[in-house]
């Protein structure tokens, strides 16, 4: 029997969701919701079609989990309580100061459901988290650090297309490779944020735009630039479409720590990723916590879960059998 999975919105995370569940034989698409016109939403999949938002509720009894593919700073917080009380969920919610929040919220609306909610699920917070976790249990004695990049930052882009002058524009996050090296040398650096990164913004200016008061109005930008050290590009909209269509990312995780006795030995541990489509990476990521969710629940649980609180067996749809015989 397949894994019925619906998908609540349909941007660039929505898309990703859907060509993910062609690749998992165990799972189905019903279909998407959308807050759109379904009569004008084309689907990938054969002979699915989407359905309007508001009309989830009339099909509980279809779908096993629901994957919210909202955005983190308005939606999510609404849609995934919202939707837990009637569905499995799993969604990315990436917020980090306030995923504790999310989760009161979203556990007790999973609970008067009897469903299971898997919130933040993605690379960070997700594969991220995990393998902060790991480092840490591994080796206490030692110093955790995170890099981001190089890729798109999807948030600061926003905030460049905010200016005033600015028609279009995309922002880079880069890591400073000396920092990351020295960390790779076990130095355990103390590094502020400018030391850790850059960020590298390419703009297109409107007509007769003052190209020095964006640059001005970009670097000091409180809360996404000021900290930083920024460089601004100014290019076509040609250029921008030529060279910066993508949505790649990735980074780092790693843990630099000690043992023995007198701490006299040192070790690294890297998990790193280098990802052409962030959206699509993190929508495969959800759809193998859909599959978690699913049997979760089938075993009676409950409530909201992180990726903490998830075996990795139940990632795959190995069995127990397969899964130590090709992969132990």
Request: net charge negative.
């Amino acid at each position: 029997m397949s894994i019925r999975i619906g998908i609540y919105g349909y941007g660039n995370l929505g898309r990703g969701v859907e060509a993910a569940i062609a690749q998992n034989p165990d799972m189905e698409l019903v279909t998407v919701f959308t807050r759109r016109d379904p009569a004008g939403l084309i689907l990938h999949t054969p002979g699915v079609t989407a359905t309007a938002a508001d009309k989830a509720a009339d099909m509980a009894d279809s779908i096993d989990v629901m994957i919210i593919c909202g955005g983190s700073a308005t939606d999510l917080p609404v849609q995934t309580p919202a939707l837990a009380k009637q569905f499995n969920v799993v969604d990315s919610f990436d917020t980090h100061a306030k995923i504790p929040q999310h989760f009161e919220a979203v556990d007790a609306a999973a609970k008067e459901g009897g469903k299971v909610a898997m919130i933040s699920v993605g690379w960070d917070p997700g594969m991220f988290s995990l393998n902060r976790l790991l480092g840490e249990a591994i080796l206490p004695q030692g110093t955790a650090y995170t890099f981001w990049g190089k890729g798109v930052s999807q948030g600061h882009s926003d905030a460049i297309r905010r200016v005033e002058g600015v028609a279009d524009g995309k922002q880079y996050t880069i890591p400073v490779e000396a920092a990351l090296q020295a960390v790779r040398n076990g130095e355990d650096p103390q590094l502020t944020t400018r030391q850790k990164h850059l960020r590298e913004c390419f703009v297109v200016p409107c007509e007769g735009a003052d190209l020095a008061r964006i640059e001005k109005e970009i670097k000091e930008m409180p809360n996404y630039f000021a900290d930083y050290d920024t460089v601004v590009h100014f290019i076509t909209a040609e250029e921008l479409k030529r060279d910066h269509s993508g949505i790649p990312h990735g980074g780092f995780v790693i843990r630099s720590g000690k043992t023995g006795w007198e701490q006299e030995n040192r070790h690294i541990m890297e998990f790193s990723l280098k990802l052409d489509s962030n959206p699509e990476f993190t929508s495969s990521v959800l759809v193998a916590y859909a599959r978690a969710a699913y049997r979760m629940q089938q075993e009676g649980a409950c409530g909201c879960k992180t990726v903490f609180d998830v075996p990795p067996a139940y990632l795959s749809p190995k069995s127990a059998q397969e899964l130590r015989r090709t992969l132990l």
